[in-house]
């Protein structure tokens, strides 16, 4: 397509110039230049709009990845060789590009220029995307929103496939975290969980994380998720979000009001005391004014739960996120359980790394366990797909002593994986009527 050919708003988002003026100045110095701005700049084809640019470009690429050196003898020879002289304008114009740049000292600022006219063309692409995509009435409106931001998302003025950061910079910044690491001993480098012994041994959950609790139907993997939500959002003011595929939003609420206040569901249906009520009233007013954020959707997909997510990171800076639970999650037209739930498993940890914050999905075990009586193992996951794969660390939840009666149980969190540290038992205790956990018995305290 020619310059006459070109939408007018077109003219507005390219510099022909500055185009020839970066090539020019890479063939100022080509056997340095050259190769050290491709390995910088692998995706760098997308700075050059004109159509004879890219192409020469292409070509530069092409005879770095080939080791070949790259001057104006080489760059005639492969022209004529593969008969591409038109595509670039000819010989004569690639020999008066090094004219028109004074050094290669203008590259950067050449290549910052560009990049701020490609990221305009790409929203400007996005736009003509959208408005083409959102017409085709075949395609599920959440499918096309969670693309939509997906791709908004992506947008930015950086090379999206760099070749990586220099290795001087990665080691600086591992040393850098050791040396973190030594004047923080004995503190938590992630959220806190509220369970003393989880964090003593995992050092809190960090960003791109993704966590697993896992057990069977009624051995509290809602009330453990709650037991986290509250002591990072109630306790310490930390925005969080809940995704509820099982609970409505006011059960949850109901549930983390008595976990707080100490009043029993019994109490307040059978005849609450002043002092109950005054309780439930101090602690539910404590939890409404928390960053917790609870999402309550029937029939929730996979696509519409990353849209949200990104959104609740945009708008309300959310730094962790809960799903409870993994299983119930549905990716439209998968081949099967084992494949949607793999699928899942696999999302859900890019969207913990793209969101630079922790995950924690509950997840159910298979239901054979229950007549077994013993330590469930990471197999038992159901529908397991990837999910130990994926998962950073791993909790199976274990009743050692099912047929036991009481208020307070002890219900053991055997920690079957964990990437960054050790694998082991964590013994916590259920207060049963409260639906709460804690590290061990003292740690329970009732709170406004």
């Known amino acids: 397509m020619n310059n006459t050919e070109k939408p007018d708003?077109?003219?507005g988002l390219e510099d022909i110039h500055t185009e020839a003026a970066l090539l020019g100045a890479l063939l100022q110095k080509p056997d340095r230049a050259i190769p050290e701005f491709v390995a910088?700049?692998?995706?760098?084809?997308?700075?050059?709009?004109?159509?004879?640019?890219?192409?020469?470009?292409?070509?530069?690429s092409s005879l770095v990845e080939q080791g070949k050196t790259v001057d104006?003898?080489?760059?005639?020879?492969?022209?004529?060789?593969?008969?591409?002289?038109?595509?670039?304008?000819?010989?004569?114009?690639?020999?008066?590009?090094?004219?028109l740049a004074?050094?290669?000292?203008?590259?950067?600022?050449?290549?910052?220029?560009?990049?701020?006219?490609?990221?305009?063309?790409?929203?400007?692409?996005?736009?003509?995307?959208?408005?083409?995509?959102?017409s085709d009435q075949s395609r599920d409106v959440y499918d096309l929103l969670a693309?939509?931001?997906?791709?908004?998302?992506?947008?930015?003025?950086?090379?999206?496939?760099?070749?990586?950061?220099?290795?001087?910079?990665?080691?600086?910044?591992?040393?850098?975290?050791?040396?973190?690491?030594?004047?923080?001993?004995?503190?938590?480098?992630?959220?806190?969980?509220?369970?003393?012994?989880?964090?003593?041994?995992?050092?809190?959950?960090?960003?791109?994380?993704m966590m697993v609790f896992a057990a069977r139907p009624g051995m509290g993997k809602t009330s453990l998720a709650l037991t986290m939500a509250e002591h990072m959002a109630v306790d310490n003011d930390i925005p969080v979000a809940v995704f509820s595929l099982e609970m409505s939003d006011r059960e949850l609420v109901t549930r983390m009001i008595h976990q707080r206040s100490g009043v029993s569901m019994e109490k307040i249906t059978t005849?609450?005391?002043?002092?109950?009520?005054?309780?439930?009233?101090?602690?539910?007013?404590?939890?409404?004014?928390?960053?917790?954020?609870?999402?309550?959707?029937?029939?929730?997909?996979?696509?519409?739960?990353?849209?949200?997510?990104?959104?609740?990171?945009?708008?309300?800076?959310?730094?962790?996120?809960?799903?409870?639970?993994?299983?119930?999650?549905?990716?439209?037209?998968?081949?099967?359980?084992?494949?949607?739930?793999?699928?899942?498993?696999?999302?859900?940890k890019q969207l913990s790394k793209e969101l630079s914050?922790?995950?924690?999905?509950?997840?159910q075990l298979n239901r054979g366990i229950e007549g077994e009586n013993r330590i469930p193992r990471l197999s038992d996951l159901r529908d397991s797909g990837s999910?130990?794969?994926d998962a950073d660390l791993v909790g199976l939840l274990h009743d050692p002593a099912p047929d036991e009666d009481g208020d307070t149980r002890q219900i053991d969190l055997h920690l079957a994986k964990h990437r960054q540290g050790r694998t082991g038992i964590i013994p916590l205790v259920f207060f049963k009527e409260f639906t709460r956990f804690a590290g061990r018995a003292r740690e329970f305290n009732c709170q406004a």
């Open 102 to 134: 004074p050094s290669t000292a203008n590259i950067p600022m050449y290549t910052k220029l560009l990049r701020k006219l490609s990221a305009r063309r790409a929203c400007w692409q996005l736009g003509n995307d959208l408005v083409r995509t959102s």
């Open 72 to 99: 104006m003898i080489v760059l005639a020879s492969e022209l004529r060789r593969l008969g591409l002289e038109e595509t670039v304008g000819g010989i004569s114009y690639i020999a008066g590009l090094p004219d």
């Open 147 to 209: 693309e939509a931001q997906r791709k908004t998302l992506n947008l930015t003025l950086e090379d999206n496939e760099s070749l990586g950061r220099p290795m001087k910079d990665l080691v600086r910044d591992t040393l850098n975290s050791f040396e973190e690491a030594l004047e923080s001993r004995g503190k938590l480098r992630g959220l806190a969980s509220g369970l003393h012994e989880l964090d003593k041994l995992t050092g809190g959950f960090r960003e791109g994380q």
């Open 357 to 363: 914050l922790p995950l924690i999905a509950l997840a």
């Open 9 to 11: 708003i077109m003219k």
């Open 271 to 348: 005849g609450p005391t002043e002092k109950d009520l005054a309780s439930v009233v101090k602690s539910g007013g404590k939890i409404a004014k928390s960053p917790l954020h609870i999402v309550d959707v029937g029939g929730l997909t996979l696509h519409r739960l990353c849209s949200m997510a990104r959104t609740l990171k945009a708008t309300h800076g959310i730094k962790c996120i809960i799903v409870d639970y993994l299983q119930l999650l549905r990716v439209p037209k998968s081949k099967g359980k084992y494949e949607e739930v793999t699928q899942i498993s696999q999302h859900l």
């Open 40 to 60: 910088n700049n692998r995706n760098a084809a997308q700075l050059f709009h004109d159509l004879r640019h890219r192409n020469l470009f292409n070509l530069f």
């Open 387 to 389: 999910i130990e794969q």
